[in-house]
């Protein structure tokens, strides 16, 4: 989630943007235009599609408008981000403000007068909670009141830090030491991709400093709803995996999305670009200005190009001849994506085979079909 609108390129600029009906193919699957003022005349002038995601309480109808205003233009997400995890109670029941700051971020951490004082100081500044519950059915009305939206923007954070300054927080903010509870996160996480699972709606997902907790999530998931879970496409956005786990583990419905807001900031992003399946990459911008989203998931085009040792065209190829173009194969991943479904790989053979010596020593009627994700 970008808030600054800084990148690591520089913009292409339109001189070096292609023609509108090359750009028309192209779609930013990760973006939050709805986190500034969007004027009509940007949207009026987009010429890519954009995914724009919600994720907090105040900006969930913001997203609704955006996407009935432009319908063409805008695929709608909603969600709740990590970063807004600590105003969320797992309770049946809403506890006092207080109550439940104090039990959310001191859980985690051994209290002391000093943690006590800063939530005392934030706590003005805090939203009163709302219950999962409540969430949980506000976002799978939005899923169900709009056919064609995905689940996003949710996910798992280790790195964030609540600011001491209401949100939105400028740069250069005073952090608190205290960051949401990584089993809170995860509570909430799972029950918003129950209903992901529940609606075969696909998602898009933030995950930074948790790699491996990720892993653990697909598995549990993949064991929790079975074929159900492979009705459904995950984008990881900005993906932070490393390439080795990339290419370790076969995840035929995880996707990944590139962009040079975020991963041209990190090392690495070659790797994992080269490590990526050719056909579940996707790219985005992360960017809340709408008018700023064209260059950059351009860039990002070029830059998977380049690695992958793709083509760029110049202009839309009614008719392929020979390998198909950079814009040609990232359109097709899109529609891939956006279509869910692509299902659980297989166990390779010597695991099945030790899978069933395993269960045959406790029963040997039992038949096992073990798939993972």
């Not at 695929?75 to 109670?89: A, D, L, V």
């Not at 790699?211 to 956005?237: A, C, P, S």
């Not at 110049?314 to 899109?334: C, Y």
Request: glycine share 6%; charged share 25%.
């Amino acid at each position: 989630m970008c808030r600054d609108g800084g990148s690591a390129h520089a913009p292409a600029g339109p001189s070096r943007l292609p023609p509108a009906e090359l750009l028309a193919h192209l779609t930013d699957v990760h973006c939050h235009p709805t986190d500034s003022d969007t004027p009509r005349s940007a949207m009026e002038a987009l010429r890519i599609r954009v995914c724009a995601m919600a994720t907090r309480s105040d900006d969930q109808e913001k997203v609704k408008r955006l996407a009935a205003d432009w319908p063409d233009k805008v695929t709608p997400c909603f969600g709740y981000h990590p970063w807004f995890s600590h105003t969320i109670s797992l309770l049946d029941t809403l506890p006092t403000k207080e109550e439940h700051y104090s039990s959310v971020l001191l859980s985690a951490m051994d209290v002391n007068q000093e943690y006590v004082s800063i939530i005392q100081e934030m706590m003005p500044l805090l939203p009163n909670p709302r219950l999962l519950k409540d969430l949980v059915s506000e976002v799978r009305s939005n899923l169900a009141s709009h056919p064609h939206a995905m689940l996003g923007e949710v996910g798992l954070d280790r790195a964030f830090r609540i600011p001491l300054q209401p949100y939105p927080s400028p740069p250069g903010r005073r952090l608190s030491p205290f960051t949401p509870p990584m089993e809170h996160q995860l509570a909430i996480l799972e029950a918003l991709l129950g209903v992901a699972v529940e609606l075969e709606r696909n998602v898009s997902m933030h995950s930074v400093k948790c790699q491996g907790v990720t892993v653990e999530l697909f598995k549990r998931m993949k064991e929790r709803y079975g074929e159900k879970w492979g009705k459904i496409n995950l984008d990881m956005h900005s993906c932070g995996f490393s390439s080795e786990t990339w290419k370790d583990r076969n995840y035929p419905n995880i996707f990944l999305s590139l962009s040079t807001t975020i991963n041209a900031k990190h090392g690495g992003l070659r790797a994992l670009i080269a490590a990526a399946s050719a056909d579940r990459l996707l790219i985005e911008s992360d960017y809340n200005d709408v008018t700023l989203c064209t260059d950059s998931v351009w860039d990002v085009l070029n830059l998977i190009a380049e690695v992958k040792g793709w083509r760029v065209e110049d202009t839309w190829e009614e008719g392929v001849q020979g390998e198909p173009g950079a814009v040609r194969r990232l359109e097709d991943n899109w529609k891939s994506f956006r279509s869910g479904g692509k299902g659980l790989a297989p166990v390779p053979a010597n695991r099945r085979q030790r899978k069933r010596r395993d269960y045959a020593a406790d029963d040997p009627e039992i038949h096992v079909e073990e798939q993972v994700s």
